[in-house]
């Protein structure tokens, strides 16, 4: 079993920035892949950024490619998502995820263990 509670949200002008925390604990942090995923009012659930275990490589969605970044510190238990240049449609409540067996997962059913969520609201 993994827990996880994503920290960092919040409310910011467009063109601004904000970091995603990500604290996991209840099993071996290094072992899991870590994906983000946001979820708009009436949309999907849809695919944000993904690491590795390790962190040496990540994938992003092309909506937020060379905007965010996503990396993980696992001495601290902890998946980051820095998001820079925000816009209004990157308005949304943002999940991190947590999955074995996993490589640069896209689908969100493919991870096993989800945080609560945190809100991200981007004004124009």
């Known amino acids: 079993q993994v827990q996880l509670v994503e920290s960092g949200g919040g409310l910011v002008q467009a063109g601004g920035s904000l970091r995603l925390s990500c604290v996991t604990s209840g099993d071996t942090f290094s072992s899991y892949a870590m994906g983000w995923f946001r979820q708009a009012p009436g949309k999907e659930r849809e695919f944000v950024a993904a690491?590795?275990?390790?962190?040496?490589?990540?994938r992003y969605a092309d909506s937020v490619k060379g905007r965010f970044t996503t990396s993980r510190d696992n001495a601290k238990n902890t998946v980051y998502l820095q998001m820079d240049s925000l816009k209004p449609e990157d308005t949304a409540v943002y999940y991190c995820?947590?999955?074995?067996?996993?490589?640069?997962?896209?689908?969100?059913?493919?991870?096993?263990?989800w945080g609560q969520g945190t809100q991200v609201t981007v004004s124009s």
């Open positions: 690491i590795t275990w390790g962190g040496g490589n990540t």
């Open positions: 995820a947590a999955g074995r067996w996993i490589i640069l997962e896209i689908t969100p059913e493919k991870y096993e263990y």
